[in-house]
């Protein structure tokens, strides 16, 4: 079942970046660079909690799936801060300013 699944997202982003899909594009351009002003930014998922830590206060953090969807949006108001939100089972793409982070959902 995973080489299945595995073989079906290689297909799907072979098939987004062959035609230039703008929303596969944009995520994969953001995944890109990293700010080192940002780099001591810690990122964990813990029992549905979302917990950033050392980011700089109106940041704005975005988490997309592995297929470009945007799956949550929030602007820390401190420098430690927590989420609850529902993930399935997955990867995904955890975006702080210039900072990209990738967390796995088991």
Do not use: C, H, W
């Not at 700089?56 to 988490?63: L, R, Y």
């Not at 993930?87 to 210039?98: A, E, F, H, Q, T």
């Amino acid at each position: 079942m995973k080489q299945f699944l595995l073989i079906l997202f290689l297909s799907i982003n072979t098939f987004l970046f062959a035609t230039g899909n703008n929303a596969a594009d944009n995520l994969f351009d953001r995944v890109a660079t990293e700010s080192t002003a940002t780099s001591s930014v810690v990122v964990t998922f813990s029992d549905g909690k979302l917990t950033v830590e050392n980011a700089p206060q109106s940041a704005v953090i975005e988490i997309y799936s592995m297929l470009g969807v945007s799956v949550f949006k929030a602007t820390m108001k401190e420098p430690r801060q927590s989420f609850i939100i529902d993930l399935k089972k997955g990867y995904y793409i955890v975006r702080i300013d210039n900072l990209t982070k990738k967390i796995s959902i088991k």
